[in-house]
Every structure is written in structure tokens, then in C-alpha cells.
């Protein structure tokens, strides 16, 4: 579904009209579906509050620090994209990802929503500090709301209509393939004018996704933290809300400053199904 909304969106260049807006509620739904699976109430005790502080030290520490680094070498023009990158919690599908490898899901579940409640602060300040004034604090607030607080809410109310998984997962891979359609059609140029700067970006991805998620694997297998304790640590190592960056990119700037997130995203779906076939086969 993904592949087809970046092949289309290129081909016939997205929406004629409203790519914000179809961007924004293509994500708001795909989030409030995505988390309408989500149960608090089995995520608690000691063990779930210290998942929770690692995560936030690999995925709003180490890999924001990672990106930053990595939009260093971009234009100004593109500088936007990758801070809003980095200050982007992790991404919703860490915590299925994280039941395929064999991770506790109660972990990853409240670690996700941890970095959801603070990504309402973490994201403003963040965005402010380094982009500055181009960006005003009123739109940006209202497009979190729009996109983190009221899908949270939403997706209390979709979790009481009982969709079966299968249904659900259906209807989530439909709003991403919407989503994803257009921002690379509203990026259609940006992808086709310059392909040096479309090649820098995927090395810039791959290390951000590959590098540090198997550097990330490498460490914690050293400690010799367990594979089912590793599973999710490598996730937020390497995960974030992609899909959310693109969207705040094209609502606050130009689209050409969701490029960096829309080739990402592609990375990222590489990633996890490198990891559902290679991590079975490491040692626990």
C-alpha cells in the first residue's frame, strides 16, 4: 500500500488541491486507528517507567541528536524537514514491530505513549529552538492537536466499535497510502529535479535507520540485555513518526521540506523487514 501511494503520488502528482488538509486528516485518522489498540492498563509497575526513561534517551536522544547532525549537511532549505524529524516522537508501529520480534508489547506500549504526551511539549520547543521564527507557535500547537491530542482521544472511541484486527490493519495501510500519496505527488519535482540530493538523502536515512539500529544492537548485545528486552530498544533507536513529520512539513512550510521524511519512510518499511527476517537468527 505504501509502494503504491509513492509510485502514484509521483506519476500523477498527488491531489490537484488541499494536500494539507488531506495530509492532516489522512494522518489524524491512521493515528487514532493505529492507537485505538492501545491498553494502558496492562502497561505499569517499575519495569514499564524504566523502559519508558531508555526510550526516551534513544529515540529524543540519541537519534534527534543523529538527525541533526545528518541536516547539517543539507540545504537551508531542506534544514526544516530534518528538525521536525528529530523533535517527532517515535512511531505508533513500534509497538506491533515490537510483538513480531518478540519484545514485551506492555513495554513498548507505554513507552510510545510516554513519548506521545511529552512529544506535545518536546516537539514546540524543539521546533522553536532551531528553526526559530519561521515558524509560528499558534499553527504549530494546533497542528498537534490535530495530529497527536485529538486522535489520542479519538482512538478511545474507535477502540469501544470492536473492529476486528484484520479490518483495522486495512484501514490503516489505506490513510498511509493516502498519506503518503500526497506528499510525494506535492513533491513530484523535488524527487525527479535533483537526484544527487534524492541519493544524499537515502545514505543520510540508511544511517539513521540501519546504522543506528544494528550500532544500537551491537551495544545492548554486548551488555548482554537479553533479544526481548532488545527488540524494542533497537526500535526507538531507529523509529520515528515519519508520517507526522511530512505532514507538519507541508502544514508549517513548503512541501519540498517534506522530502527528507517522505524518502525516509521508504527506508523504514526496508528496515523493519530486514529486521523481521535477519532478527530471529540472532543470539538471545
Excluded: Q
Excluded at 485518522?29 to 534517551?57: C, D, I, Q, T, Y
Excluded at 498537534?144 to 495501510?173: E, F, H, Q, V, W
Excluded at 540530493?197 to 540485555?225: D, H, N, Q, S, Y
Amino acid at each position: 500500500m505504501m509502494a503504491s501511494g509513492l509510485v502514484l503520488g509521483l506519476i500523477l502528482g498527488g491531489f490537484p488541491s488541499g494536500t494539507k488538509e488531506v495530509s492532516m486528516a489522512s494522518l489524524a485518522l491512521l493515528m487514532a486507528f493505529s492507537l485505538s489498540g492501545v491498553n494502558l492498563g496492562e502497561a505499569r509497575g517499575p519495569a514499564h517507567v524504566k523502559h519508558a526513561a531508555w526510550a526516551l534517551v534513544l529515540n529524543y536522544g540519541i537519534l534527534s541528536l543523529l538527525i541533526l547532525a545528518l541536516g547539517l549537511a543539507f540545504s537551508k532549505e531542506l534544514w526544516p524537514g530534518w528538525v521536525l524529524m528529530a523533535a517527532a516522537p517515535s512511531a505508533v508501529s513500534i509497538v506491533p514491530f515490537t510483538k513480531v520480534l518478540g519484545g514485551s508489547t506492555t513495554k513498548a506500549l507505554f513507552s510510545t505513549a510516554t513519548n506521545y504526551i511529552l512529544a506535545l511539549v518536546l516537539m514546540p520547543l524543539m521546533t522553536l529552538l532551531l528553526i526559530g521564527s519561521s515558524v509560528r507557535l499558534n499553527d504549530l500547537v494546533y497542528s498537534l492537536i490535530i495530529l497527536i491530542a485529538l486522535p489520542m482521544l479519538g482512538s478511545r472511541l474507535i477502540s469501544r466499535l470492536r473492529i476486528s484486527k484484520s479490518t483495522n490493519t486495512i484501514i490503516i495501510n489505506v490513510f498511509f497510502a493516502l498519506l503518503i500519496f500526497a506528499v510525494a505527488g506535492a513533491n513530484r519535482d523535488a524527487f525527479t529535479g535533483d537526484f544527487g540530493i534524492v541519493l544524499a538523502i537515502c545514505g543520510a536515512g540508511a544511517v539513521r535507520t540501519f546504522g543506528i539500529g544494528l550500532g544500537t544492537e551491537r551495544v545492548l548485545r554486548k551488555l548482554r540485555v537479553p533479544k526481548g528486552e532488545r527488540a524494542s530498544y533497537v526500535l526507538f533507536s531507529s523509529y520515528k513518526n515519519l508520517g507526522l513529520t511530512a505532514t507538519l512539513a507541508i502544514a508549517l512550510f513548503d512541501p519540498v521540506v517534506a522530502v527528507p521524511a517522505t524518502i525516509c519512510i521508504v527506508l523504514e518499511v526496508v528496515w523493519v523487514i530486514f529486521l523481521i527476517r535477519y532478527y530471529p537468527t540472532l543470539p538471545d
